[in-house]
């Protein structure tokens, strides 16, 4: 089986994927996408991924779009070490918190959706960044309450080992540290984030310890 993964060093929704594959202990081959650059509407990209974002995962000819459908794919097809407990209201909860950033969150950061505010809403650099940090602050509100609430050692979101709501967090506070969100009220998600951050699986999928990232 070969496994090629497209995305960009600093893209959190590749970022996400590259954790899922080094916990399921995958070997994955990168190709990047200069997203500044544009490079993920290029004609080549989009007769990939016709939505030309990035991740996509491109499993023996086949292209999976979407950074949650690949991690539900790589824990359907790998289900060692599972990324969901057993519980089906825990199950839930772990989705939920893990939908919070995907859904709520990370869309309203993304890269296109902010040239759209510098470009035809002709917002300037200051307003961008801080409609940014709005969005981000309020989804972390949320998900601080529930992590409060569920996490089992203050070093996971949910319970006591590592779930697909810890891998949506991890690259969501990249993001948040890279635009300067305040983080002060936020202290067990910075403390989830730090433990997360130590093991293996997340410190090789940063940023940049990328092939891509610029020197
Ligand atoms: N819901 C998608 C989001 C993918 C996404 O927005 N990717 C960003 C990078 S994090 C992207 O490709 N942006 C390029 C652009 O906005 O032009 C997923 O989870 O995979």
């Known amino acids: 089986m070969t496994i090629r993964l497209h995305g960009y060093y600093r893209s959190s929704a590749a970022y996400r994927t590259r954790i899922a594959l080094n916990l399921k ?115 972390f509100a949320a998900l601080e309450s529930l992590v409060q609430r569920h996490s089992a050692d203050g070093r996971h979101c949910f319970g006591d080992s590592v779930t697909l709501a810890d891998i949506f967090l991890v690259p969501q506070m990249y993001n948040a540290r890279r635009f300067g969100c305040e983080l002060a009220a936020l202290p067990a998600l910075v403390a989830v984030d730090a433990a997360l951050r130590e093991l293996p699986a997340f410190a090789a999928a940063v940023p940049e310890r990328q092939p891509d990232v610029p020197a």
């Open 25 to 139: 202990g995958l070997a994955y081959e990168q190709r990047a996408h200069h997203l500044a650059r544009g490079e993920q509407r290029d004609a080549a990209y989009l007769a990939l991924n016709p939505q030309g974002l990035v991740p996509a995962l491109e499993v023996d000819g086949t292209v999976i779009p979407q950074s949650l459908a690949i991690i539900e794919y790589l824990e359907e097809t790998t289900p060692e070490p599972p990324l969901l407990p057993r519980e089906p209201q825990a199950r839930a909860i772990v989705r939920a918190m893990a939908l919070v950033v995907a859904c709520d969150i990370h869309p309203l950061g993304n890269l296109r959706v902010l040239n759209y505010l510098r470009g035809e809403l002709a917002q300037p650099e200051p307003a961008v960044e801080r409609w940014v940090r709005h969005w981000i602050g309020s989804g």
